[in-house]
């Protein structure tokens, strides 16, 4: 497991992370997802695959060390993170 990572792989997920921005309807549908499946199934397959990106992104993010947490003000309403 201690492969080095070849640099066009690091640079790929060092740019996808870098352009992860936090979205209040992603996390949203993240939340259904857990709390809600049946609601969350009734999604449409772009927003899934919306969210696979997000999530996949966020995670990236993450482990370079960036801030995924909600912004002040996310959850209070209108603010996706645009």
Same mark, same amino acid.
């Given at each position: 497991m201690g492969e080095e990572m070849n640099p066009h792989e690091k640079r790929r997920r060092e740019s996808i992370a870098k352009t992860w921005r936090y979205s209040e309807a992603m996390e949203r549908a993240i939340e259904l997802r857990?709390?809600?499946?049946?609601?969350?199934?009734?999604?449409?397959?772009?927003?899934?695959?919306?969210?696979?990106?997000?999530?996949?992104? $966020? $995670?990236?993010? $993450?482990?370079?060390?960036?801030?995924?947490?909600?912004?002040?003000?996310?959850?209070?309403?209108?603010?996706d993170g645009r």
């Amino acid at each position: 497991m201690g492969e080095e990572m070849n640099p066009h792989e690091k640079r790929r997920r060092e740019s996808i992370a870098k352009t992860w921005r936090y979205s209040e309807a992603m996390e949203r549908a993240i939340e259904l997802r857990e709390k809600e499946p049946a609601k969350f199934d009734s999604l449409s397959a772009s927003t899934k695959l919306s969210l696979g990106h997000y999530e996949e992104s $966020r $995670r990236l993010a $993450r482990e370079l060390g960036i801030d995924t947490s909600a912004p002040a003000g996310a959850g209070k309403g209108g603010n996706d993170g645009r």
